[in-house]
């Protein structure tokens, strides 16, 4: 383990031992991990060997999502029947009394995804630390006692294995399809035209919720996407319409137990950002959206 990691892994000991963070701090909205659906975790896994054991070394041979996201991923087939990803940071700590360093392993950030509902999290967390001999289950992504419905463990050298009936699987490279020649750039053209929604964006709605809409915009204007919750990690279908006006869309979002009524206005100017309205249960609050490179 690198010296850097060895300074992170010491922090995370004294600061948040064997926590989760709150949802909010967890959310890393719109990276590469996050676009990793169930679609891509089953992908990753199709026609794989479930792997009977998971090591530092193994996993550092694994290509990693992107040049951003290096840590090695990991997919699980949990014992409920759900599927999990999570990235990995192997370390040791050093424990008084004791001549040889406790290996410990970091998941730096996991979500684990509903089977009922396609895309809705079921548990998602960050930095969370298991010292060797400790279990975690994906499925509440709890730290749980032996015996207490885990899906992995880690023993006592430092190894990653399954636990029960779930499965790991090594995610090697983004699953994510490969485009098709460069983006159109919103920028290339004077005034706005309907095509400049589509991107990915980072809203914020009144303040206090946050997540990332991925849009794409067809020929008949027509918007589809994903709204990613940064609370909850959750995907949830978006769709709508680019208006006559053309810096203004109207869209929906499907939560669990809500719906979102969108009114959208794109700057005319960068076209960097849009701002408008948000109906939810009859109330309306303003929301603000950045354009993602």
């Known amino acids: ?66 040049m951003k996201v290096s840590s090695p991923c990991l997919v699980v087939q949990t014992n409920d029947g759900h599927w999990a990803k999570a990235l990995l940071a192997w370390g040791q700590r050093k424990v008084k009394g004791r001549e040889q360093p406790l290996p410990v392993l970091v998941l730096e950030r996991f ?30 992504g709890q730290v749980v006692p032996t015996g207490g419905g885990a899906d992995i463990e880690l023993t006592e050298t430092g190894v990653l294995k399954p636990v029960g009936e779930a499965k790991l699987f090594a995610m090697n490279g983004s699953q994510m399809p490969m485009e098709a020649g460069a983006k159109p750039s919103p920028n290339d053209h004077e005034g706005v035209l309907p095509r400049d929604f589509a991107g990915t964006w980072k809203v914020t709605i009144d303040g206090r919720w946050t997540g990332v809409w991925e849009i794409q915009v067809d020929e008949n204007r027509t918007v589809l996407g994903k709204f990613i ?27 669990a137990n809500a719906q979102l009524s969108i009114d959208a206005f794109l700057w005319t100017t960068d076209k960097s950002t849009m701002a408008g309205t948000v109906v939810m249960s009859t109330r309306k609050f303003g929301f603000v959206a950045t354009r993602q490179e």
């Open 229 to 255: 919750s940064s609370e909850s990690q959750s995907r949830y279908d978006l769709y709508g319409k680019v208006s006559n006006i053309p810096h203004q869309a109207k869209f929906e979002v499907e939560l």
């Open 1 to 66: 383990m690198t010296r850097p990691s060895l300074v992170r892994a010491n922090w995370l000991i004294a600061a948040a031992l064997l926590m989760t963070v709150s949802c909010q701090q967890a959310a890393i909205g719109g990276d590469i991990f996050d676009q990793h659906s169930i679609a891509e975790l089953k992908k990753s896994a199709s026609g794989a060997t479930p792997l009977s054991e998971v090591t530092a070394s193994v996993a550092s041979k694994w290509k990693s999502l992107s």
């Open 111 to 140: 979500v684990t995804y509903r089977g009922d509902r396609y895309g809705v999290a079921n548990a998602n967390g960050r930095e969370v630390m298991l010292f060797s001999g400790m279990s975690f289950s994906f499925d509440i």
